[in-house]
């Protein structure tokens, strides 16, 4: 089976301008994961959909990140605008059925933000 | 409320010799617990998961983890190392019948030759 799909594979921005990222999950998995991930740290859920709807977006920032899925399947993450501390590996991740499911990850994408 | 904590943030072994990655987790109800490991540059890959049946898990690549309720423990274990082992491994929680899913902060493990 084709595996998670993320672009772009790095992204160079600087602070203040805006970034999307997309997300292609495996096909039939319900659920789709945003993390973030800090260089030296584990990953950080951003925001877990299952099919169109919001499971959990607490530690979002909401007043300048956002993200969607559309219709259940693809979705995108957007910064706007950018911070510094933005800078990290933006990873999706989708199950098939919830979190007692395993995680599939596609390969992130790289955000450096000067 | 659930939390996961592994113990060691940096593990270094020599080549053939064990590996052990500590792992302990805090749940309210019935865990799921699952390890992954990141290779530099690479996606987060499963290498195993337990989801309440049996409590010796084995996974991909030699690594196996046992589940102990009574210590809330779920640590790695490899009987000998590989040079390619040498990757960031994460320990993962999750709640049965939940959405939430809980990642520790990594331990790297270095191996030596």
């Known amino acids: 089976e084709a595996g998670v799909a993320q672009s772009p594979r790095y992204k160079i921005i600087e602070k203040r301008q805006s970034v999307a990222f997309w997300c292609n999950p495996i096909?039939?998995?319900?659920?789709l994961y945003w993390y973030q991930q800090i260089l030296g740290q584990g990953p950080k859920l951003l925001i877990q959909?299952?099919?169109?709807?919001?499971?959990?977006d607490s530690q979002l920032p909401k007043d300048r990140f956002s993200a969607e899925r559309l219709k259940g399947v693809d979705s995108t993450l957007k910064i706007q605008p950018a911070k510094l501390e933005d800078s990290a590996v933006y990873l999706c991740?989708?199950?098939?059925?919830?979190?007692?499911?395993?995680?599939?990850f596609g390969n992130g994408t790289r955000l450096t933000v000067t | 409320a659930q939390s996961v904590t592994q113990l060691d943030s940096h593990v270094s072994v020599s080549e053939g010799t064990p590996v052990l990655l500590r792992c302990n987790y805090s749940?309210?109800?019935?865990?799921?617990l699952f390890w992954y490991v990141q290779h530099p540059n690479k996606g987060l890959q499963l290498l195993l998961k337990?989801?309440?049946?049996?409590?010796l898990v084995k996974g991909i690549n030699g690594f196996e983890a046992e589940f102990k309720k009574s210590e809330t423990s779920f640590h790695l274990t490899k009987p000998s190392a590989h040079m390619s082992d040498a990757a960031e491994y994460f320990c993962?929680?999750?709640?049965?019948?939940?959405?939430?899913?809980?990642f520790g902060a990594g331990t790297r493990l270095f191996v030596k030759a």
């Open positions: 991740a989708s199950s098939f059925r919830g979190t007692n499911s395993p995680l599939h």
């Open positions: 096909s039939g998995h319900a659920t």
């Open positions: 959909f299952q099919n169109n709807g919001v499971v959990d």
């Open positions: 749940s309210s109800y019935s865990p799921s």
């Open positions: 337990y989801t309440s049946a049996a409590t």
């Open positions: 993962v929680v999750s709640h049965t019948g939940g959405f939430k899913t809980i």
